[in-house]
């Protein structure tokens, strides 16, 4: 055994180990719904139920639509699209800001219209999302959860979302690749850097191949794919709607993309919300060294609520939380040194350690919609049952059907690497500085090597010229800013958030008492009410304030009296930020190979 494993496997004996495999626990947003749905609703009654399940029903259903119907054009020409209600058009933007007559690019946009007439005084214009990533899709975001995002914000709005340039249909779209298929079959083989004695060496490799496929299919596009672009494009999407200042709410990779703008631009501010809030100072440095430093913690609350909730609240119950870590340790040890084989309706192969540590970390960034799903794998997987997890863990059988001529194929992987790896720094080349990097990541967290090799993607990256903004990221702002963190977030630690308000004066940080990432993750009515007051009115939160979710990720009989207070208006908050904090198609992990979105139009990849 190398040294670099030695401490690996004593890395993992102290904190259960690191994430080792890299699919997506979509799967389990339907036994989420039931295990806590159904005690919710039972106790709460037939109003919060019925919005509850209307919202839940509209969650990334939309019809076929074909984006060639869509003229790119230099003003905004919205067209019917998807569902009713919802428009689309597409906006020509410079490809290079400092050539702007020169190549263009096209910004696919998205929006449900407010429901009051633009020429009122009840109107109050265009607020614009982005779900973070990056290389996450805002017209994804919108198109299915138009409805819980006007809920939660009022009628008086416009919600906008768009698709960042170098992603999904906005054009040119980054892809590295000749096929899906042929992404499809590489990504197929990918491994995270501790998953073998070779597994740093063989990532390195990996990225050295990738980023070579990058240079070799760049026309010239690729090196304008950058925060700051976005920054500029999301300007001319505000002066597109005729209006001068942006109001705004990012998530994750979102903030940093908020933070950019608000740097860029601070006379532009009318509202700006940044929600799980990453140091942009990091980020640009490519460094990803803190984001860590909650993530055992967000473990330890599994434990903890899991021995709160008794044995009817949580199928993996047992009497403290440490027996209930030692129970899932002893269960991670076991299926790593002995994968369970399964073999079900929707398929077959092996619930490996890869596998359930993913289950695991998804968990974390989305606990109201995984944990209690989680508990009832573990019980049958404890009882050598693996069917549960993998069911829901699991893609389909690869088939090699895909539609490399549609529209709505998204290649996120290519462009989140495009954008990570521009935005930041370069980074050292050689495997013995990834080493090295691997090794310093260790110290920081038990899953640190899922963070490493986020960093070690940018290897062999082509060096473009950095004279894109990189900070500082300070500015007294024409109207203040506000930030939001989660006291337990996995990824972006509450600190972060602090930190970043320093930089904008009058800026407020509103935290959540809550495990997850983004505020979304977890449903508090106080937190979206004072989302709501920003952008109706200006109203900030007072400095230091708090909010609470209504309920626990393992909910009690507790939680019952503070949904018997509520408003109505206070209901249909709650129905909606429900809805979403159970919505498996948002805020998912970096890391994690979501098939579904990252090759859409090739079936089970």
Request: charged content about 20%; some cysteine.
């Amino acid at each position: 055994m190398s040294n670099l494993d030695s401490k690996n496997n004593a890395l993992f004996q102290r904190k259960m180990g690191r994430i080792r495999g890299t699919i997506t626990l979509s799967g389990l947003t339907l036994v989420g719904l039931v295990l806590f749905g159904h005690y919710h609703l039972k106790i709460y009654g037939a109003t919060v139920q019925e919005a509850t399940f209307k919202l839940l029903s509209g969650l990334g259903q939309y019809p076929e639509f074909s984006w060639d119907n869509i003229p790119t054009t230099e003003e905004l020409k919205w067209r019917a699209c998807y569902d009713e209600g919802l428009q689309c058009a597409r906006l020509e933007v410079p490809l290079n800001y400092s050539d702007p007559d020169g190549r263009k690019a096209s910004i696919a946009l998205i929006r449900k219209p407010a429901d009051v007439p633009t020429e009122s005084g009840f109107y109050r214009g265009p607020v614009i999302f982005n779900p973070g990533g990056p290389g996450e899709s805002g017209v994804d975001m919108i198109r299915g959860r138009a409805e819980q995002f006007r809920k939660i914000l009022g009628p008086q709005f416009d919600i906008v979302g768009f698709d960042p340039r170098g992603i999904s249909r906005s054009t040119p779209a980054v892809s590295f690749f000749e096929t899906s298929a042929e992404r499809a079959v590489w990504v197929q083989d990918a491994v995270l850097a501790n998953n073998t004695d070779e597994g740093v060496a063989r990532t390195w490799a990996r990225a050295v191949v990738v980023n070579k496929l990058a240079a070799e299919t760049d026309d010239g596009y690729l090196r304008h794919i950058n925060t700051e672009n976005t920054s500029r494009d999301m300007l001319r999407i505000v002066e597109a709607h005729g209006r001068t200042k942006i109001q705004y709410w990012g998530f994750s990779y979102g903030s940093v993309l908020g933070a950019t703008f608000a740097s860029l631009f601070p006379n532009r501010i009318g509202r700006l919300v940044i929600d799980g809030v990453s140091d942009s100072e990091n980020y640009y440095a490519t460094l990803w060294s803190n984001n860590l430093l909650d993530t055992d913690k967000a473990m330890d609350s599994f434990y903890t609520g899991c021995a709160n909730a008794g044995p009817e609240g949580c199928a993996f119950w047992a009497p403290t939380a440490s027996d209930i870590e030692a129970n899932l340790t002893k269960i991670i040890n076991a299926v790593r040194s002995n994968p369970v084989p399964v073999r079900t309706k929707a398929g077959y192969g092996l619930l490996d350690y890869a596998m359930l540590r993913s289950a695991v970390l998804n968990g974390l960034y989305k606990p109201y919609e995984y944990f209690p799903a989680l508990a009832e794998g573990f019980a049958e997987l404890a009882a050598g049952n693996g069917t549960k997890i993998f069911d829901r863990m699991n893609p389909e059988a690869f088939q090699c059907n895909c539609d490399t001529k549609s529209p709505d194929v998204m290649y996120v992987r290519d462009a989140q690497t495009a954008i990570l790896c521009n935005d930041g720094d370069d980074i050292p080349d050689d495997l013995e500085s990834a080493e090295k990097y691997f090794e310093m990541m260790m110290e920081t967290s038990s899953w640190s090597e899922l963070w490493a090799s986020i960093r070690l993607g940018c290897v062999n990256w082509p060096r473009f010229p950095k004279d894109h903004f990189q900070g500082p990221f300070e500015a007294s702002t024409s109207y203040p800013i506000l930030l939001i963190g989660n006291t337990v977030d996995p990824v972006t630690p509450l600190w972060a958030a602090k930190k970043m308000s320093k930089g904008f004066k009058d800026s407020v940080v509103l935290t959540q008492d809550s495990v997850g990432h983004c505020s979304l993750s977890a449903p508090s009515v106080c937190t979206q009410k004072y989302v709501r007051d920003y952008f109706v009115d200006g109203t900030l939160p007072k400095p230091g304030t708090v909010c609470h979710p209504v309920a626990a990720p393992f909910p009690t009989k507790a939680d019952q009296a503070v949904l018997s207070t509520m408003t109505v208006e206070e209901q249909d908050i709650y129905a909606a930020v429900l809805a979403l904090s159970r919505d498996s198609g948002i805020f998912a992990p970096i890391h994690v190979k979501r098939p579904e979105v990252e090759t859409k139009g090739c079936a089970g990849i």
